[in-house]
């Protein structure tokens, strides 16, 4: 087990109703003016937004509203952030959303503590060592922003996706209520199932040391998402399993599960960040299509984790059948596991593989990943 | 899943060699004037003492000694802890030591910053609203104190032994580094793991409300502490199992497991605390003597999740079979599983149950843990 530090000091509000203490989770950190990130104005219409701004009202605190943010989030959109926060005085960052809107929520709070350009912060020419108060209010559960120091973010100019990560990114108070979820549509289900486990394996399959309590903790996300999604695949409306879901979320990627463990990286995020960039996928879909395509090539590095998944995940005996077991579950569910299912034909591999190629520097792993390896795997994925 | 609030600030520094940036932690927090709680001297001629009192030194700290606090550790104790804090005019407490030890400390912690009698913070008459800051170095993994906010203290006057709980008492770093725990002895090894152990199945076996992901990680606790038990009853030596018997430890009782569940309660801790505060009883040889026995008498009302756990933690099919499994085990490793053996008698049960019923009130369940039903579950353990 590797020398670690743990410390998370993110405060979630998890449940039905919990949103309405918005206003006085703010106002007791003394917070008078907030900007309010959100995506679409369909958020207006069903009455979140009316819960949230009266519960900041009745605490006497003034609402800058900045909505618009898309999946995928991007940096010229957190540039326009900044220019409103700065403007408009605001004290903290409220974000109400998935992780796209928090993690632009997190950049602009960062960026407003920044004179120069934002995108500094992701290429590493500037750090990160302060940033406005963050809030966040859940409406999908995926990423684990919302109890992590990360975000990211895609640079449209550039064609890069890249993330940060800070103390200072830290959410204050998330609120994760499951019922603000239920209105996700099946393809944003499946998709986040696959991000959610996608978070779990990266670390489980590639850290050079992964104590056997760690992988348990991973193995009990990843069996709650798989049986959860199916739940909720049947029944929607099921509160129960859309809070273990959320909650398995949370826990993928708040620093739980890696405590201990060393030499990992994030291979399957380092390639999927190069579909967002390059052809906007949603994020989880192009991980779906990664992750078996990685495995495959990968596996016959670390075959004792490989069997250990998929007899504790799938109940099968090899690890070729553990990731054949996961392909099949994915097919099931609906998330796709080609590249042709996301309309990416060979002609584009060539441009996947260089822009991949710059995350894997940027996610220092490009002795391993270079451009050979890149063209395998997602040949692979065709 | 039931609502609820997750947030544990603590800083969990674990490895090897972190106590040498104690100093460190303190200093960055603007320390100047720290008590050291310990308990016997055996710890300034094993090193560890001349280390943390170095580290501080260097960062110009001042150190106020506080030793001689023993196992069960008492009030009394801490009223003279509470009384040196305040002459010496100290602005923080340090505890070096397990479980006892840091106990101590945060209630002396907040005991002076309260100006009535300490007890009255464990009686109810007053509450604890803020406290001095609390650091530890962890000697021995059991209590999960160093990443929550109870403490657990004996009045040897009265003979209760009662909790306190406050987010104020959270440490604000907590140093687990495994090598200083090589040296515990043997049986308290095996206590350790049967305390783990009962942290980890109260609510998983109470709970009205256990989420299966919860109860999944329940048993990744289980299963490490039994497993790496084993291993370190072989070779004490063995680094990995120690770090993840720790880290299991912490886990167990750092509000991770009962996130989601309801209607929990500590029977177990209720009625061992009577003989711990009668018999000065180790805490862990008592718990793993009440287990098998309150599991005996509770086990119909939870079939399922009996079931459950004989066949996650011990591969057998029936409640009946993981009782008598736990039970075997506990035997094997060498913590007792019968009043007999911890010296108790017949004639001493009813002074047992009269006490145990006291703290069944203070733990909200003398409705249940009536004096007969007491009766009948230590007899049974005799």
Same mark, same amino acid.
């Given at each position: 087990?590797?020398?670690?530090?743990?410390?998370?000091? /993110?405060? +979630?509000?998890?449940?039905? $109703?919990?949103?309405?203490?918005? $206003?006085?989770?703010?106002?007791?950190?003394?917070?008078?003016?907030?900007?309010?990130?959100? *995506?679409?104005?369909?958020?207006?219409?069903? $009455?979140?937004?009316?819960?949230?701004?009266?519960?900041?009202?009745?605490?006497?605190?003034?609402?800058?509203?900045?909505?618009?943010?898309?999946?995928?989030?991007?940096?010229?959109?957190?540039?326009?952030?900044?220019?409103?926060?700065?403007?408009?005085?605001?004290?903290?960052?409220?974000?109400?959303?998935?992780?796209?809107?928090?993690?632009?929520?997190?950049?602009?709070?960062?960026?407003?503590?920044?004179?120069?350009?934002?995108?500094?912060?992701?290429?590493?020419?500037?750090?990160?060592?302060?940033?406005?108060?963050?809030? @966040?209010?859940? /409406?999908?559960?995926?990423?684990?922003?919302?109890?992590?120091?990360?975000?990211?973010?895609?640079?449209?100019?550039?064609?890069?996706?890249?993330?940060?990560?800070?103390?200072?990114?830290?959410?204050?108070?998330?609120?994760?209520?499951?019922?603000?979820?239920?209105?996700?549509?099946?393809?944003?289900?499946?998709? @986040?199932?696959?991000?959610?486990?996608?978070?779990?394996?990266?670390?489980?399959?590639?850290?050079?040391?992964?104590?056997?309590?760690?992988?348990?903790?991973?193995?009990?996300?990843?069996?709650?998402?798989?049986?959860?999604?199916?739940?909720?695949?049947?029944?929607?409306?099921?509160?129960?399993?859309?809070?273990?879901?959320?909650?398995?979320?949370?826990?993928?990627?708040?620093?739980?599960?890696?405590? $201990?463990?060393?030499?990992?990286?994030?291979?399957?995020?380092?390639?999927?960040? @190069?579909?967002?960039?390059?052809?906007?996928?949603?994020?989880?879909?192009?991980?779906?299509? +990664?992750?078996?395509?990685?495995?495959?090539?990968?596996?016959?590095?670390?075959?004792?984790?490989?069997?250990?998944?998929?007899?504790?995940?799938? *109940?099968?005996?090899?690890?070729?059948?553990?990731?054949?077991?996961?392909?099949?579950?994915?097919?099931?569910?609906?998330?796709?596991?080609?590249?042709?299912?996301?309309?990416?034909?060979?002609?584009?591999?060539?441009?996947?593989?260089?822009?991949?190629?710059?995350?894997?520097?940027?996610?220092?792993?490009?002795?391993?990943?270079?451009?050979?390896?890149?063209?395998?795997?997602? *040949?692979?994925?065709?």
């Amino acid at each position: 087990m590797e020398n670690f530090t743990f410390f998370n000091p /993110t405060q +979630i509000e998890f449940g039905a $109703g919990k949103e309405q203490l918005i $206003g006085q989770h703010l106002a007791e950190r003394g917070i008078k003016r907030v900007m309010l990130c959100y *995506g679409s104005e369909r958020f207006k219409r069903e $009455g979140l937004f009316d819960t949230v701004s009266n519960s900041l009202t009745e605490k006497g605190i003034e609402l800058v509203e900045f909505g618009g943010i898309v999946s995928n989030p991007l940096i010229s959109k957190v540039r326009d952030g900044i220019a409103s926060a700065r403007a408009n005085k605001v004290e903290a960052i409220l974000a109400v959303g998935g992780g796209s809107v928090l993690d632009s929520a997190k950049t602009i709070a960062a960026g407003v503590s920044y004179e120069g350009d934002v995108w500094d912060l992701f290429t590493g020419k500037a750090g990160i060592t302060s940033a406005l108060p963050i809030f @966040s209010i859940m /409406t999908l559960a995926a990423t684990g922003s919302e109890m992590n120091l990360f975000a990211v973010v895609t640079n449209e100019d550039s064609k890069e996706k890249l993330f940060i990560g800070a103390p200072a990114l830290y959410p204050k108070v998330s609120i994760v209520n499951p019922e603000l979820m239920r209105g996700v549509p099946r393809d944003y289900l499946v998709y @986040s199932a696959a991000d959610v486990i996608a978070h779990s394996i990266e670390a489980y399959f590639t850290a050079t040391v992964h104590p056997k309590l760690q992988s348990r903790l991973v193995e009990s996300v990843i069996n709650t998402v798989i049986e959860t999604t199916e739940t909720l695949l049947d029944d929607p409306s099921d509160y129960n399993a859309r809070a273990q879901f959320a909650w398995a979320a949370t826990l993928a990627l708040n620093g739980l599960t890696i405590a $201990g463990c060393a030499g990992f990286s994030y291979p399957n995020h380092a390639i999927e960040h @190069s579909l967002s960039a390059l052809f906007n996928v949603p994020h989880g879909a192009g991980l779906s299509v +990664i992750m078996p395509a990685w495995m495959k090539w990968y596996q016959s590095r670390n075959p004792a984790q490989f069997k250990r998944f998929a007899d504790s995940v799938f *109940g099968v005996a090899t690890p070729e059948q553990g990731i054949s077991a996961l392909e099949t579950w994915f097919n099931k569910i609906g998330t796709p596991t080609r590249l042709s299912q996301l309309g990416i034909k060979e002609a584009d591999l060539p441009a996947i593989v260089e822009n991949a190629y710059i995350n894997a520097r940027t996610f220092g792993i490009a002795d391993t990943y270079n451009l050979d390896v890149l063209s395998t795997i997602l *040949g692979s994925a065709l």
